[in-house]
């Protein structure tokens, strides 16, 4: 009887601290909920870029330009910016405007179209200096739906580079 | 009573076990702060439903991140372009020319920012050049 009495103390003493433990699981649990973060989906689009020094790739002849031109408001009122350049898409000269939704959609279907009749047509996208990045990955999204994949991203030179948050 | 001394001895010890729980737990705590790093957690990428699901990174590619206002941050260090410069040629001459370059832009970051950047890679002889988004239908 007595040698049982000890065993069960035994059993006592090496018991776990369990509201501690309790208390640590917790601290735990609410350090992961505040630092779990959503988890979304990402994507990588990619692009071709031209070789510095090398030549110029021959161009096709029935090469596209897809233009993305000024897509700020006009930071500093500068007159030499004209009208036309605000929320523009150009495909080969004809011309989308951004505010208008059923214009990236017309453009989507231009795309389409093109892939189907030839998956490999390159396309140039000619993006101002002042859009802003998202118009561009709206773009190659565009092209990634319609099965394109020789992109290339160019910058218009013609267009002034006005920073945003410069005075 | 010899049922009951064999219950016993077929008991877990738990406080060893609480070890090494606890030991895993902190090495997965200190090992998953460290992969976030390269991500700037101020950039809100541009969303493009269409693309490509990501696969698993290159750990040899170089992520620049631009902020809305042009900001460049390589692995949570703010750059210059003359840095940026140097840690692509310091990549390139470590790993070759076809490592991939991850650009993250902001969703409303100005392509001249994007641009000066394209032209430090292409510079640096670089040409895998993939730009970061959302996988997100557009609301």
Redesign the interface.
């Known amino acids: 009887m007595a040698k049982k009495q000890r065993?069960r103390m035994k059993?006592d003493d090496?018991d776990?601290p369990l509201s501690a433990?309790i208390d640590?699981v917790f601290l735990?649990l609410i350090?992961f909920i505040v630092t779990q973060k959503p988890i979304?989906?990402?994507?990588?689009?990619?692009?071709?870029?031209?070789?510095?020094g090398g030549k110029p790739p021959d161009k096709p002849p029935q090469m596209l330009t897809v233009e993305?031109v000024r897509m700020?408001p006009n930071p500093n009122n500068d007159p030499t910016i004209k009208a036309k350049e605000l929320n523009t898409y150009y495909l080969n000269k004809r011309t989308w405007s951004l505010r208008d939704p059923s214009a990236v959609n017309d453009l989507r279907r231009q795309l389409i179209t093109i892939a189907e009749n030839d998956p490999d047509q390159t396309i140039i996208i000619n993006?101002?200096?002042?859009?802003?990045?998202?118009k561009?990955?709206?773009i190659?999204?565009?092209c990634?739906?319609a099965g394109l994949t020789k992109l290339n991203?160019v910058?218009d030179e013609s267009i002034k580079?006005l920073?945003?948050?410069s005075p | 009573m010899a049922k009951k001394r064999e219950q016993?001895e077929a008991e877990i010890p738990?406080?060893s076990m609480?070890d090494i729980v606890?030991l895993l737990?902190i090495f997965f705590?200190v090992t998953a702060s460290l992969d976030k790093e390269v991500e700037d957690e101020m950039i809100r990428?541009?969303?493009?439903?269409?693309?490509?699901?990501?696969t698993k990174k290159d750990p040899r590619g170089v992520t620049i991140n631009?902020r809305e206002?042009?900001k460049i941050n390589v692995s949570g260090r703010l750059v210059d372009m003359g840095t940026l410069s140097a840690i692509l040629t310091n990549q390139a001459a470590k790993y070759g020319n076809d490592i991939p370059i991850?650009i993250r832009?902001?969703?409303?970051?100005?392509?001249?920012?994007?641009?000066k950047v394209?032209d430090a890679?292409?510079?640096t002889?670089l040409?895998?050049?993939?730009?970061?988004?959302?996988?997100?239908e557009r609301k």
């Open positions: 065993k059993l090496a776990v433990m640590c735990l350090y979304i989906d990402e994507t990588l689009l990619s692009c071709d870029l031209p070789t510095p993305v700020f993006c101002g200096p002042n859009a802003q990045h998202q561009l990955i709206q190659l999204d565009v990634a739906e991203v910058n580079f920073p945003s948050d | 016993q738990i406080s609480i606890f737990i705590v990428l541009a969303n493009s439903p269409h693309g490509k699901p990501l631009i206002n042009g991850v832009g902001d969703r409303n970051v100005q392509h001249g920012y994007i641009k394209m890679v292409t510079n002889k040409y895998r050049v993939k730009f970061q988004a959302e996988k997100l």
